[in-house]
């Protein structure tokens, strides 16, 4: 009986120095930190390097641009909801948080050197004046770039000139733009040949994707910059 208190003890202890083994195992020694007991709580994916985020360059392009090159993103507008936007090299050129955007024509004109931008309006071409926009495209430098976003109705009041000064800064579909389509262009005075840069989706019940638009227009790419601008 007198046995039992030292008996104890000794189990006590030696339980004791087992315990402090096997949590000195678990840790990975006393400087390891927890790095072996972390293991028990691991999945074999959740080990696994996560996949790195692909890189965005200047207007979110997934590449970035020769040198030389004026990098853009047009989004046109869709329906009569959400307003167009024109990026170029990662500035917001138009966009509706900047509060430059309307029905009918979005227009940004360029320096198609140096990129900067020299005007930005918007032409409503259900209910304006034509002639507001005839003004503003008439007398272009030799050299500007001009950016078009439609938003709404880009057409209505298209006249035989309109459409011609737009064919002349090299859009191919200008002639035949019609209610409600979605149009997005880049073009510049003076080009010799029809620019790259354009897409235009006919106003069709058929197709549509929204009821009376059809689907909103994105086009990015990379512009040379001019030799010449006024």
Not at 29 to 50: C, D, K, N, W, Y
Not at 183 to 189: I, Y
Request: proline share 6%; with cysteine; hydrophobic share 40%.
């Amino acid at each position: 009986m007198r046995l039992a208190g030292p008996l104890r003890i000794v189990v006590l202890i030696i339980t004791m120095g087992l315990t402090w083994i096997l949590v000195t195992i678990l840790l990975g020694g006393l400087g390891g930190g927890f790095p072996r007991i972390q293991q028990f709580f691991t999945s074999p994916e959740s080990s696994v390097t996560a996949e790195p985020r692909a890189r965005k360059y200047k207007c979110g392009l997934p590449q970035p641009c020769p040198e030389e090159h004026l990098a853009f993103r047009i989004v046109s507008g869709a329906a009569n909801v959400i307003g167009p936007k024109i990026c170029l090299e990662d500035k917001m050129l138009m966009s509706s948080v900047k509060d430059n955007v309307g029905r009918g024509l979005n227009i940004a004109l360029v320096n198609g050197v140096s990129g900067e931008l020299l005007e930005a309006r918007a032409f409503d071409m259900w209910a304006g004046d034509v002639n507001d926009l005839l003004k503003f495209i008439r007398p272009l430098h030799e050299g500007t770039l001009v950016f078009v976003a439609s938003y709404d109705d880009p057409a209505t009041k298209m006249n035989e000139e309109t459409r011609k000064l737009f064919t002349e800064l090299g859009s191919r579909n200008a002639k035949e733009l019609a209610f409600r389509d979605s149009w997005v262009f880049v073009g510049a005075k003076g080009v010799q040949n029809k620019s790259p840069f354009e897409q235009h989706m006919k106003n069709s019940k058929h197709t549509n994707k929204y009821e009376g638009w059809p689907e909103a227009l994105e086009m990015e790419g990379c512009i040379p910059r001019r030799s010449v601008a006024g």
